[in-house]
Each structure stands twice: as C-alpha cells, then as structure tokens.
C-alpha cells in the first residue's frame, strides 16, 4: 500500500520534469529556427499547459 503511493507521487513527478524538458527543448528547437519559429513554439507549450491545467483542475473538482 506504501510502495504503491510513494510509486504514484513518483510518478506524478516525473510526469512534470518529462513535459518540462520536452517543452524546454521543443522552444529551443524552436528558437534555433528563428525567433517567430520560436514565438510559436512557445505559443504552442503555453497552449498544452493550459489545456493540461484546466483537465487537472476538472478531475479533481476545482472550481473551474
């Protein structure tokens, strides 16, 4: 029961560091293009986020 909520906060942080490091790199790539490439890039990151944001928010039941 313990190991398998310590492996469930586990997880739950390395989802964060993997979309973390997928948009850090998905921006530089993106910069590297250009910087309106990059600009879009970020538009794009900041689009997920919040869509991901908004579905947490949801299944726990917030207020939005």
Not at 6 to 31: H, K, P, Q, R, S
Not at 36 to 42: A, D, K, N, S, V
């Amino acid at each position: 029961m313990l190991f398998k909520k310590l492996f469930a906060n586990i997880w739950a942080l390395l989802d964060v560091f993997l979309f973390l490091a997928a948009a850090i790199t998905f921006n530089c790539g993106g910069f590297y293009l250009g910087q309106i490439w990059g600009y879009g890039t970020l538009t794009i990151t900041f689009i997920i986020a919040g869509l991901l944001v908004e579905q947490i928010s949801m299944n726990k039941g917030g207020d939005a």
